[in-house]
């Protein structure tokens, strides 16, 4: 009977990756489970305009994976993709690659998140000028996307007591908590990296048929990362309160890793 290797035929900086990303994993629910200690919070991505923001996060967030589907899409991704790319390319430029997609999608994220970021202070001056309980309930229903019921009976008491100095007060708090709560989630997961691989992958062998689940025909690599990359423009701009998903993280993957393949491409007889 021959042994088993679930790791034959991988290439090593893909093994090393997906080995670590799952060490990381298994250590941030052992040390939630625990000892109480949000790894995520800590080396998750902050934005800018948060107290809890680091320099190191723009690295740590790609081994944090907040469940067992976010973490296994994403290393099954790497372990279809990567391996091919780092077998072209070799393991040190596969590398340099991975971490600069990684890196360029926090940054595309932080520098997103910080224009947004500004757009809702600018909602709380004009709240503050004129509080009303209208404009409350419009921007809890448009920032978060299960809000509790007690929100809700604020705005209601509110509109019944309008002059009301008590509810006048307790609005301006909670629009800035609303505002606090958004600007202190962090983004984790590999997925800008993830996203990287795959725009390489479209670049380079572009014609290659793709059979994907729940599509019975085949599609073409290029056709494939352009849809992909255009619905994630879309979701991203539509920024709906009920996706959680950094859609732009996942275009500053595939931005940053466009630029540096054209940036080795103009320094180098091949293509890659």
């Known amino acids: 009977m021959q042994n088993y290797r ?16 799952i060490a990381m994993y298994i250590l941030s629910m052992f040390l939630e489970q625990t000892m109480h200690i949000d790894t995520a919070h800590v080396l998750g991505l902050h934005l800018p305009q948060s107290v809890y923001w680091m320099p190191w996060q723009y690295v740590t967030h790609m081994f944090m994976h907040g469940s067992i589907s976010h973490i296994f899409f994403n290393m099954f991704a790497l372990f279809m993709f990567g391996r091919i790319l780092e077998t072209v390319w070799g393991s040190k430029r596969f590398l340099i690659f991975y971490f600069v997609c990684g890196i360029g999608a926090g940054l595309l994220n932080s520098a997103v998140g910080w224009f947004e970021v500004h ?13 009303n309980p209208a404009l409350l309930g419009d921007f809890i229903q448009h920032n978060l996307s299960h809000p509790a019921e ?8 509110w509109t019944n007591n309008p002059d009301s100095s008590k509810y006048i007060s307790e609005g301006k708090v909670l629009f800035q908590r609303i505002i606090d709560m958004k600007v ?46 255009l619905l994630e423009f879309f979701l991203g701009i539509q920024n709906s309160a009920s996706d959680n998903v950094a859609h732009f993280a ?6 940053f890793g466009f630029l540096l393949l054209k940036y080795w491409n103009r320094n180098s007889k091949k293509f890659y």
């Open 250 to 255: 996942h275009l500053g993957g595939m931005l």
């Open 150 to 157: 007690w929100l809700w009976g604020v705005v209601d008491n």
């Open 6 to 21: 679930p790791f034959s035929g991988i290439t090593p900086a893909v093994k090393m990756l997906i080995i670590l990303n």
């Open 119 to 131: 757009r809702l202070m600018e909602q709380f001056e004009a709240f503050k000028s004129n509080p």
């Open 184 to 229: 202190n989630v962090p983004m984790i997961g590999a997925s800008g990296a993830v996203f990287g691989i795959l725009l390489a992958f479209g670049m380079l062998f572009p014609n290659t048929e793709l059979y994907l689940m729940f599509i019975p025909i085949p599609i073409k690599a290029k056709y494939f990362v352009l849809g992909y990359g």
